[in-house]
């Protein structure tokens, strides 16, 4: 979906985070267009986890520059240094991205509904019954209606997973994130997971998706990514990044999760 013309939504320049003396980005450079689905794959340790972060500054990253449409994200520019923004303004940044992690982080105190509503009506000032409507209609496009008064512990890791997806939907965020959405679940309950996300493609939300699932890639993403030690090593549409004429490196890699 790259347009000639057209201002990407997501603008990542020369983007550098260490954690102490380990360089973890080295200089990451990265367009996402609006509406498209952009997946990262890498090996571990390869820094994909800490860019996502840095985009929904989750981690603050010490160099280079990160845009949502117009806005810097964490920082302003004084001249050609970077100061970092309130955590009041990071906060309202971060209502326009929605994130999804491994582990799925809802509130164990709080039934599945009481989850969805919680940052709508903290943070956006929804009215209790607009919040809990829209909630409804996220569950039922997450296939989760029945399990709305559920506290998590009572759900499997992919119904757990779903919820956290209707939950990040619900601050209607231009952009999600999501961080090896799959990696903790069992083959059956990843094939929940992933339709919703398939669907979420579908209906042109734009998308960054850490990944080890290959075959799920190929199908959804419009671009596929291969990070490497802090930076991006190659990317391509999935036809190419997939196909014959591949790099060897890359080539190599993808051997090593078939």
């Not at 890498?42 to 500054?57: A, D, E, M, V, Y």
């Not at 809990?132 to 499997?156: C, F, H, I, W």
């Not at 579908?202 to 998706?209: H, K, L, R, V, W």
């Amino acid at each position: 979906m790259s347009g000639g013309a057209r201002k990407p939504l997501v603008r990542a320049l020369d983007v550098r985070k260490s954690f102490g003396e380990t360089a973890v980005l080295r200089g990451v450079d990265l367009e996402v267009q609006r509406g498209e689905v952009l997946c990262i794959i890498g090996p571990s340790g390869s820094g994909k986890s800490t860019f996502l972060r840095c985009i929904n500054q989750l981690e603050t990253y010490q160099a280079g520059r990160i845009y949502i449409g117009d806005d810097l994200i964490g920082y302003r520019e004084s001249g050609n240094r970077l100061l970092p923004l309130p955590s009041r303004q990071v906060v309202l940044q971060r209502r326009h991205i929605g994130m999804v992690f491994q582990q799925f982080n809802l509130f164990w105190h709080m039934t599945v509904l009481e989850n969805i509503v919680e940052a709508p009506i903290r943070v956006l000032g929804q009215p209790l019954a607009q919040a809990r409507e829209q909630a409804m209609r996220l569950l039922d496009r997450v296939g989760m209606t029945a399990k709305a008064n559920a506290y998590p512990m009572k759900l499997s890791g992919g119904q757990q997973q779903r919820a956290a997806i209707a939950r990040a939907l619900a601050m209607n965020p231009e952009l999600m994130l999501f961080d090896e959405p799959t990696s903790a679940l069992d083959p059956e309950t990843t094939g929940e997971v992933l339709a919703v996300i398939s669907e979420l493609a579908s209906s042109g939300m734009t998308m960054i998706i850490v990944t080890h699932e290959m075959g799920f890639a190929r199908q959804v993403a419009d671009r596929v990514v291969l990070m490497e030690e802090g930076q991006i090593r190659h990317e391509a549409a999935p036809e190419q990044f997939f196909g014959d004429k591949a790099p060897a490196r890359l080539k190599a890699f993808l051997s090593t999760i078939h």
